[in-house]
């Protein structure tokens, strides 16, 4: 190895470290006891970015960088180190178009759960199966600083969910980030989807008066926006 990067001991002494070749076409995640016995070596068809080992030297994570690559490009890998393999690789739902990798990670070895440590702050929880619990939180985070592109993705799933039986209890969390929202973008298609999403929720939660309000600004800055059915049952029920 001579392209040394992230290197990380537990309190085991398992200790992992990241390599890459010379052209930087891949990179190499390693995992080494503390007898110097390599564990697992797994070759990357991208360069490697932030990794992490549990304390007790049983689990790892490394996160592979945007490539070529569409089997490896973006994944991030989590290792069972006492058995020696790789458990899952996959997407983080919480790498946008912004790629915002994690800086770091944390792991709960008996709740069986791994948090992805971003900026700000900000943590999001997956279980060792590769499940991510906090997608609401992480929709909810975009609505509130996300960038354009983020903000209206995470306004599309929102308007998904909200047609589903949602539970009201659930999005009332969502109001102020997307009242923010109107003042943050300028954009009118944009400024029509916030509207019919405050409406959906105010009409969730029994607040018709609201949600009119939000459905006629809708309807006025887009035509289109699909509120107009909507609107005219809550008037005639009004």
């Known amino acids: 190895m001579k392209h040394l990067d992230n290197g990380m001991v537990s309190n085991s002494g398992v200790f992992i470290i990241s390599d890459s070749t010379s052209k930087g076409m891949y990179g190499v995640f390693n995992i080494i006891n503390a007898d ?13 970015g932030s990794t992490g080992i549990s304390d007790d030297g049983h689990f ?38 912004g790629l915002n990798w994690a800086e770091s990670y944390r792991f709960d070895t008996k709740k069986k759960i791994l948090y992805l440590i971003h900026k700000k702050d900000r943590v999001y929880r997956y279980t060792f199966e590769g499940t991510f619990i906090d997608s609401k939180l992480y929709r909810l985070h975009c609505i509130d600083t996300g960038n354009d592109i983020e903000f209206l993705e995470a306004i599309k799933e929102l308007k998904e969910e909200l047609s589903s039986n949602a539970d009201p209890r659930e999005y009332g969390s969502f109001v102020a980030p997307l009242e923010k929202g109107l003042k943050r973008f300028s954009d009118k298609d944009t400024k029509s989807k916030i509207h019919r999403a405050l409406g959906e929720i105010f009409h969730l939660q029994g607040n018709d008066v609201e949600a009119i309000k939000h459905f006629e600004t809708a309807l006025k800055l887009n035509p289109r926006i699909g509120v107009k059915r909507t609107l005219e049952k809550l008037k005639k029920a009004d």
Not at 36 to 48: F, N, S, V, Y
């Open 36 to 48: 110097g016995e390599t564990l697992i070596r797994q070759r990357c068809r991208a360069k490697l």
């Open 60 to 97: 790892a994570v490394c996160q592979a960088l945007e490539s070529a690559s569409k089997a490896d490009s973006c994944k991030l890998f989590f290792f069972d180190i006492k058995n020696k393999k790789l458990l899952w690789k996959k997407t983080p739902e919480t790498i946008g178009s």
